[in-house]
């Protein structure tokens, strides 16, 4: 069953004795677990996306199959208008950003913004990572395409769940978010028209703040903390006036937490699988750590049929939309558990030889990477799978985290992390977080004979 908005996507969750943390009215951990985050897109559980997924684009399926996919497709792509919802609040003279909660995720934010928004213009409606609160009548927001002139959008909060999971999905450029929310809630995203922007929006949403982007005269830098724990600056923001602003009676806010990240990147990568199996035959399955952030680290898992597959797959990945962000991907046999790090972890101390199945290269980074802004930078790709003839054995030297240099000749038999001091070396997911976003594979990371040697000393000032 669709959900009409957020308030019956929380019933059901309250129903089943699901605690949502919130501090009225912000509301997060929405989306922080497997079943929550299954729910939220009409689904008892994410395999049942990859399943459907699947069903959409075999070329096995029937002709009965086919038909009942016909009535899911239909709702993908008609727009149903809706009558404005008659229990709204309307602020449009003049419209006041005050009536928004403030929130700030890192204590060291330079604003306040919306860190679970998305924006429509007349040609895209797409998540954005950053929206802060200017002034009082004017947001902050990275453009999503780029523009020439003044351009009529709105920003929206909240709504049905699944709506929200398919505007932050990279979807190609021609593919309409809507659809996709449309065919998993089974009949179209309602849609009524703007009160002051020629543009539709969505009837059901918690909030609606109308305006117009001015690309003429862009705001200064803004620093803010994203969910990967780092302080990111924040620049092209352009200035969005604010012209109106639409609210539900008793609107809640919802708030993306790292839980809520790393379990929406989830059903993404079940989204995509039967897509990446037909590209790539020999896939068995995709994981991306809540320690890569959702672009830091991709593992894979193979059906390996010739020596070269891990290799075909690894330069393929670093090709693949936005998964060519990665800045590690490890590949490994289809007997692994993906999703169980330290499984990984014993697989590549026996499998991997460092000098020989090790990959660095430069690639595309994301336009948000801490080291590489311009966007090309080191990438590191592990051929982790097994090989005929060979076997590499369990490493004898001890792993050492250290905020030391000098270890490495304190300890010349330990392989060696060297780290700055703000780095926690007692919480190993904040060690591999910081390493995987700031390590240059090619300048920090060095072969000793048997040992190997991570500096991973790039000071990004805080982290959280």
Request: glycine residues 6%; proline residues 8%.
């Given at each position: 069953?669709?959900?009409?908005?957020?308030?019956?996507?929380?019933?059901?969750?309250?129903?089943?004795?699901?605690?949502?943390?919130?501090?009225?009215?912000?509301v997060?951990?929405?989306?922080?677990?497997?079943?929550?985050?299954?729910?939220a897109?009409?689904?008892?559980n994410?395999?049942m996306?990859?399943?459907?997924?699947?069903?959409?684009?075999?070329?096995?399926?029937?002709?009965?199959?086919?038909?009942?996919?016909?009535?899911a497709?239909?709702?993908?792509?008609?727009?149903?208008?809706?009558?404005?919802?008659?229990?709204v609040?309307?602020?449009?003279?003049?419209?006041?950003?005050?009536?928004?909660?403030?929130?700030?995720?890192?204590?060291?934010?330079?604003?306040?913004?919306?860190?679970?928004?998305?924006?429509?213009?007349?040609?895209?409606k797409?998540?954005?990572?950053?929206?802060?609160?200017h002034?009082?009548?004017?947001?902050?927001?990275?453009?999503?395409v780029?523009?020439?002139?003044?351009?009529?959008?709105?920003?929206?909060i909240?709504?049905?769940p699944?709506?929200?999971?398919?505007?932050?999905?990279?979807?190609?450029?021609?593919?309409?978010?809507?659809w996709?929310?449309?065919?998993?809630?089974?009949?179209?995203?309602?849609?009524?028209?703007?009160?002051?922007?020629?543009?539709?929006?969505?009837?059901?949403?918690?909030?609606?703040i109308?305006?117009?982007?001015?690309p003429?005269?862009?705001?200064?830098?803004?620093?803010?903390?994203?969910?990967?724990?780092?302080?990111?600056?924040?620049?092209?923001?352009?200035?969005?006036?604010?012209?109106?602003?639409?609210h539900?009676?008793?609107?809640?806010?919802?708030?993306?937490?790292?839980?809520?990240?790393?379990?929406m990147?989830?059903?993404?990568?079940?989204?995509?699988?039967?897509i990446l199996?037909?590209?790539?035959?020999?896939?068995?399955?995709?994981?991306?750590?809540?320690?890569?952030?959702?672009?830091?680290?991709?593992?894979?898992?193979?059906?390996?049929?010739t020596?070269?597959?891990?290799?075909?797959?690894?330069?393929?990945?670093?090709?693949l939309?936005?998964?060519?962000?990665?800045?590690?991907?490890?590949?490994?046999?289809?007997?692994?558990n993906?999703?169980?790090?330290?499984?990984?972890?014993?697989?590549?101390?026996?499998?991997?030889?460092?000098?020989?199945?090790?990959?660095?290269?430069?690639?595309?980074?994301?336009?948000?990477?801490?080291?590489?802004?311009?966007?090309?930078?080191?990438?590191?790709?592990?051929?982790?799978?097994?090989?005929?003839?060979?076997?590499?054995?369990?490493?004898?030297?001890?792993?050492?985290?250290t905020?030391?240099?000098t270890?490495?000749?304190?300890?010349?038999d330990?392989?060696?992390?060297?780290?700055?001091?703000?780095?926690?070396?007692?919480?190993?997911?904040?060690?591999?977080?910081?390493?995987?976003?700031?390590?240059?594979?090619h300048?920090?990371?060095?072969?000793?004979?048997?040992?190997?040697?991570?500096?991973?000393?790039?000071?990004l000032?805080?982290?959280?």
């Amino acid at each position: 069953m669709a959900y009409r908005n957020l308030d019956e996507f929380l019933i059901r969750l309250e129903q089943a004795k699901e605690r949502i943390p919130n501090t009225s009215p912000i509301v997060t951990n929405l989306f922080n677990t497997e079943r929550r985050i299954a729910w939220a897109l009409n689904l008892e559980n994410l395999n049942m996306l990859t399943q459907k997924v699947h069903d959409l684009i075999s070329p096995e399926m029937s002709f009965s199959g086919l038909m009942s996919q016909a009535g899911a497709l239909m709702a993908m792509f008609r727009q149903f208008n809706s009558p404005k919802p008659a229990a709204v609040q309307r602020h449009n003279t003049p419209a006041n950003i005050s009536v928004l909660p403030q929130y700030r995720r890192g204590a060291h934010d330079s604003h306040n913004s919306l860190p679970f928004a998305y924006l429509i213009t007349p040609t895209a409606k797409r998540y954005v990572h950053e929206i802060i609160i200017h002034n009082t009548h004017t947001l902050g927001i990275q453009p999503i395409v780029h523009l020439t002139e003044k351009t009529p959008a709105a920003v929206v909060i909240g709504g049905d769940p699944a709506v929200m999971w398919s505007v932050y999905t990279p979807l190609p450029q021609h593919i309409d978010p809507y659809w996709v929310a449309g065919w998993l809630r089974g009949k179209p995203v309602p849609q009524t028209s703007a009160l002051t922007q020629p543009i539709m929006i969505p009837a059901d949403a918690e909030m609606i703040i109308e305006g117009v982007i001015d690309p003429t005269k862009p705001l200064p830098p803004a620093y803010l903390q994203g969910v990967d724990g780092f302080y990111h600056k924040i620049t092209q923001l352009l200035p969005f006036h604010i012209t109106a602003i639409t609210h539900r009676n008793e609107a809640v806010f919802p708030v993306m937490s790292v839980h809520d990240f790393h379990w929406m990147n989830q059903a993404i990568t079940r989204f995509y699988l039967p897509i990446l199996k037909m590209l790539f035959d020999c896939i068995e399955d995709i994981y991306l750590p809540q320690c890569g952030a959702g672009r830091n680290l991709t593992i894979i898992s193979i059906h390996k049929r010739t020596p070269g597959d891990a290799y075909r797959v690894l330069h393929g990945i670093w090709g693949l939309g936005e998964l060519a962000y990665s800045r590690a991907v490890i590949i490994v046999d289809n007997n692994v558990n993906i999703q169980d790090q330290q499984e990984v972890w014993h697989v590549i101390q026996q499998q991997v030889d460092w000098h020989k199945d090790v990959t660095i290269t430069n690639g595309i980074t994301h336009p948000q990477d801490l080291i590489y802004p311009k966007g090309v930078g080191a990438k590191i790709g592990i051929d982790a799978t097994h090989k005929v003839g060979r076997t590499i054995g369990m490493w004898d030297n001890a792993i050492r985290l250290t905020h030391d240099p000098t270890d490495q000749y304190r300890f010349p038999d330990d392989h060696l992390i060297i780290l700055p001091p703000q780095v926690d070396i007692n919480q190993p997911d904040l060690v591999w977080r910081y390493v995987l976003a700031t390590v240059n594979w090619h300048n920090d990371l060095e072969l000793d004979g048997n040992r190997i040697i991570i500096r991973a000393v790039f000071d990004l000032g805080r982290f959280e």
